[in-house]
């Protein structure tokens, strides 16, 4: 599923974003010229106006474990997890053996100092590791099973 940005521009000079998931940019032209035709929730009803739209995909910027692109509603391909990686950070490979093979937070934690990263945050059920452009985020902490429920990665 993609997800576009679509702009429209009423000649009553109101433009309202809204941001789209459909599968063509057609699609998205489709819902952006229903919503004008509305009136819904719009000033100047009572003119005839004339209406432009302007359509952007908005980009993924995010991949799964494979290099994929990142679906969450894709099963197959919103793994890790959490949000998936950010395809620019340059410590991915690191993410995802802390996160499939190292797995405890404990053990974790060794794995990523001795690799350089430095921790940001650790609370209860959250952890931030950062190094270079990469910030690894660990969610939902099974102490029973030693095994993070979610994990992704941001570039900063």
């Not at 521009?9 to 035709?37: C, G, N, P, S």
């Not at 190292?102 to 921790?119: C, D, H, N, W």
């Not at 910030?135 to 993070?148: K, V």
């Amino acid at each position: 599923m993609k997800e576009f940005t679509v702009t429209i521009d009423r000649t009553v000079h109101q433009v309202r974003t809204l941001t789209v998931k459909t599968e063509t940019k057609e699609q998205a032209r489709i819902i952006a010229m229903d919503t004008a035709d509305s009136n819904e929730g719009w000033e100047g009803k009572e003119y005839n106006v004339e209406t432009s739209i302007n359509i952007e995909e908005v980009p993924n910027d995010y991949i799964d474990r494979y290099g994929n692109p990142y679906d969450v509603e894709d099963p197959n391909a919103c793994w890790p997890a959490g949000g998936g990686l950010h395809k620019d950070c340059e410590f991915n490979a690191d993410a995802l053996y802390a996160y499939y093979v190292v797995k405890s937070r404990e053990k974790i934690a060794e794995y990523l100092t001795s690799k350089g990263f430095q921790p940001l945050k650790i609370i209860n059920d959250f952890e931030q590791w950062v190094k270079g452009n990469t910030q690894i985020e660990f969610e939902g902490y099974n102490p029973s099973g030693h095994f993070w429920g979610y994990m992704h990665t941001e570039k900063v």
